[in-house]
């Protein structure tokens, strides 16, 4: 078992648990980007969203939903992002799929990423590629 995250779900690494039920851990980032960030994760490995089956992506949705409240009334912040690294080149670094709950404070001085624009007739471009593969 190389994966970090089979063994925190394993008990061989020790965590700050949030949230646990047969098929979901929630415990806290060890590097927070701001205090409280939690990872939640499905218990089975899967490396990535392409690889989880459906139904337990509702389940941990679900999971993500009622850990993303329990962020938001336990420590008082107004709001919280969810993000999720897919892949190395997007800076997924664990390789076990898992959903970032930022919380989140006015002024809290976190950027997301720049936006751009897009060039003569590239949106439409882009949009027939997605959906071609639908
Ligand atoms: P990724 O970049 O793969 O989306 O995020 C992986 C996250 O896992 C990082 O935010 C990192 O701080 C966190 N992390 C890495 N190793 C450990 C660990 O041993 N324990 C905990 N609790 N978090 C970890
Ligand atoms: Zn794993």
Known sequence: ???????????????????????????????????????????????NLEEIPEGELAKLAAAIKKVGKAVKDGLGVEGYNVMENNDPVSGQIIPHLHFHIIPRKEGDGLKLWPQGKYGEGEAEEMAEKIKNKI
């Open 1 to 47: 078992m190389d994966c970090i995250f089979c063994k925190i779900i394993a008990g061989v690494i020790p965590s700050f648990k949030v949230y646990e039920d047969e098929d979901i851990l929630a415990f806290l980032d060890i590097a927070p980007v701001n205090p409280g960030h939690t990872l939640v994760v499905p218990k089975k490995h899967y490396a």
